[in-house]
């Protein structure tokens, strides 16, 4: 088997992952998973390297120095090959845990956390308060539901496409009817917690989605959950346009924006192009997804009045 079919084994599809991701991230985050496989480190092991190493970064790009920033930027680089290396190790090995889930999730909250910090601390002396502010806008607000919506709609393809099994789409009241049957006990309190939150996180995610969610209640109550093949094909090929979109959002067009930024020496665009373009992209894509959710939705409607 070629080194290229080996990685596309390792991964949920190829729907959403650009070329790019195939090559720059997920390559050499397998190459990472089969050293990791043969020297027999645990998954857990590799994120919480993830973790330091990409919170390590954060200290580089905080110095005014273009060296420094280089090393910033090569260690963010490999924190991101890690973070793939641990989910493809997972798969390779059938170690998949909770715990390993939670810090998987965790680890680019992280890593930008530090980053933030160092950037503002590097920019206060010519930016005071406003500095602060601005990197609180474009992380806390911006960040956080262009990341979640994405996901969303990459796992809401991944339900047409591949079906309920192969998806990781759940709704809030699943979580919830979840979280009330688990216990505050030694062997359940650590799930019922990252359930508390997870919880608060799927439902930001259907805040921005009211369309898809009568979508979603539909297929449930209308069809009983079964959608026909040729809606999901359909589903799919108006969903295929934008994975791309939900790569940008994600880490590496913004990765990108960040290393430019560092290297002109003008970290402040990336909190502003956060803000700004990102955040249009992000309305853009929520509301060309809402528009054709709304033509399934009148397409049941039809079907259930014949």
């Known amino acids: 088997m070629k080194l290229k079919e080996k990685v596309l084994s390792t991964m949920k599809s190829t729907d959403t992952e650009s070329?790019?991701?195939?090559?720059?991230?997920?390559?050499?985050?397998?190459?990472?998973?089969?050293?990791?496989?043969?020297?027999?480190?645990?998954?857990?092991?590799?994120?919480l390297m993830s973790i330091v190493i990409g919170s390590v970064s954060g200290y580089f790009f905080y110095l005014p120095c273009l060296k420094m920033n280089l090393i910033g930027i090569f260690l963010l680089i490999w924190a991101n090959w890690y973070d793939c290396a641990d989910g493809q190790l997972a798969r390779m090995t059938g170690k998949k845990t909770l715990v390993g889930r939670v810090l998987d999730g965790f680890a680019g909250d992280v890593w930008f956390f530090c980053i933030y910090l160092g950037l503002c601390l590097r920019l206060t002396p010519q930016w005071g308060i406003w500095i602060w502010l601005l990197a609180a806008w474009s992380g806390l607000r911006c960040h956080g539901r262009q990341c979640a919506i994405a996901d969303y709609y990459r796992n809401i393809h991944l339900w047409f496409f591949l079906g309920e099994k192969k998806s990781e789409l759940v709704t809030s009241r699943q979580e919830e009817e979840e979280y009330r049957n688990l216990k505050?006990?030694?062997?359940?309190w650590f799930h019922k917690l990252y359930l508390?939150?997870?919880?608060?996180?799927?439902?930001?995610?259907?805040?921005?989605?009211p369309v898809f969610q009568k979508l979603f209640q539909a297929i449930q109550e209308k069809l009983g959950g079964n959608v026909s093949?040729?809606?999901?094909?359909?589903?799919?090929?108006?969903?295929?346009?934008?994975?791309?979109?939900?790569?940008?959002?994600?880490f590496d067009t913004r990765a990108g924006v960040l290393f430019l930024s560092v290297i002109i020496g003008m970290p402040w665009i990336y909190f502003v192009f956060e803000?700004?373009?990102?955040?249009?992209?992000?309305?853009?894509?929520?509301?060309?997804?809402?528009?054709?959710?709304?033509?399934?939705?009148?397409?049941?409607?039809?079907?259930?009045?014949?």
């Open 19 to 47: 070329r790019f991701e195939l090559y720059v991230t997920r390559t050499p985050g397998y190459l990472w998973a089969r050293l990791f496989q043969k020297l027999g480190v645990h998954p857990i092991a590799v994120t």
């Open 184 to 188: 505050w006990n030694s062997s359940e």
């Open 196 to 209: 508390f939150f997870y919880i608060r996180y799927t439902k930001s995610q259907e805040d921005q989605t």
């Open 229 to 250: 093949d040729d809606m999901r094909q359909r589903f799919r090929a108006d969903s295929l346009p934008l994975m791309p979109v939900t790569n940008i959002l994600t």
């Open 275 to 306: 803000a700004t373009a990102l955040e249009l992209l992000r309305y853009w894509m929520i509301h060309t997804h809402e528009t054709f959710c709304k033509k399934y939705i009148d397409e049941i409607n039809v079907q259930q009045v014949q």
